[in-house]
């Protein structure tokens, strides 16, 4: 994801299981236990679907910009 600061910021698109209810935080939780600090996602997406190649690989370009597009603008602090 882009970001103002460090140019770009890591984040995870998320397809919850069957009848799984976890929250954005909970994920963070557990990338904080299993993952070193500057790889934790700082943003989080549930989606249904990812946007997929007709070889079946995901798009990550078409993920990215849905992500960037559904993401509010940063409000100015003031």
């Known amino acids: 994801m882009p970001d103002e ?3 770009e910021q890591v984040a995870a698109a998320v397809i919850p299981a069957a ?3 976890r929250t954005a935080a909970e ?8 993952l070193a600090p500057h790889k934790v996602p700082r ?8 946007p997929v190649t007709g070889s079946g690989k995901i798009r990550k370009n ?7 597009s559904d993401r509010p603008e940063p409000q100015p602090p003031g």
Do not use: C, I, M
């Open 5 to 7: 600061k460090w140019g």
């Open 19 to 21: 009848g799984t209810t």
């Open 27 to 34: 994920l963070e939780e557990y990338g904080k236990a299993h």
């Open 43 to 50: 943003v989080w997406a549930f989606v249904d679907a990812f």
């Open 62 to 68: 078409l993920l990215r910009d849905r992500l960037v």
